[in-house]
């Protein structure tokens, strides 16, 4: 079955690391994208990317960086994390529709802790 | 500035009963709404949706309403079962590809 996987599920870092996390669709969706969950703001959009070497910043981008070298992946990359980045971390994806409306498909999230 | 809004953090509700989650949004662009269902420690999963030409869509015991005047939609769960205890995001969007995602309404469905 078709899915998508996020690892590693948790993570615990230091401020200043770099940090990448993993986000792998094997739908052959063009559509992939990054959001953050904290308490209060519910879902917010950090980047996102409509095709291979495609990519665009989202609401909260600072901070945060993506590449798209092939279909199935796109990882995201906190150059220096900060306690404010502190976070659990979701990837989707979704298929490319004509006029119509993207279903987006959820990881299982990731939990970063920086300290 | 949240385009999307869902005022009430918390539901509960007799099990048999019926669940009434709301969802305001302020941006009049918006064609497509979802609904989206989430368990602790998993992804949100998708539930229902609607675009702006339908004022309801029927799934089983989901229905959607969409009152675009008022910029308004709510989803309808019934009867309620303790399974359906989880946490409901509303999302919208203009353009059906970038969605905005309110808050959140955690449901307890009391057995």
């Known amino acids: 079955d078709a899915e998508i996987t996020q690892s590693p599920r948790h993570k615990i870092t230091e401020t200043g690391r770099q940090v990448t996390l993993a986000c792998h669709q094997t739908w052959n969706h063009n559509n992939m994208f990054w959001y953050r969950q904290d308490l209060g703001h519910g879902l917010r959009l950090i980047h996102y990317s409509y095709g291979v070497q495609d990519t665009n910043k989202g609401e909260v981008s600072d901070g945060y960086s993506v590449s798209r070298s092939n279909t199935e992946d796109l990882p995201l990359t906190l150059e220096s994390a900060a306690s404010s980045q502190t976070s659990v971390y979701f990837c989707?994806?979704?298929?490319?529709?004509?006029?119509?409306?993207?279903?987006?498909?959820f990881g299982a999230g990731t939990r970063l802790s920086v300290l | 500035d949240q385009q999307v809004k869902q005022n009430s953090p918390s539901l509960s509700v007799q099990e048999g009963r019926i669940s009434i989650l709301n969802c305001d949004y302020t941006n009049s662009m918006f064609d497509y709404f979802l609904w989206y269902k989430k368990y602790p420690a998993e992804g949100p999963t998708f539930l229902i949706s609607?675009?702006?030409?339908?004022d309801k869509n029927e799934d089983g015991r989901f229905t959607v309403f969409l009152n675009k005047s008022a910029k308004h939609l709510s989803l309808h769960i019934v009867p309620s079962q303790p399974g359906d205890s989880a946490v409901y995001f509303c999302a919208a969007s203009g353009t059906g590809n970038q969605f905005y995602f309110g808050t959140g309404t955690s449901l307890t469905v009391i057995p």
């Open positions: 609607i675009s702006s030409i339908k």
């Open positions: 989707a994806s979704s298929e490319s529709r004509q006029g119509g409306m993207d279903i987006q498909y």
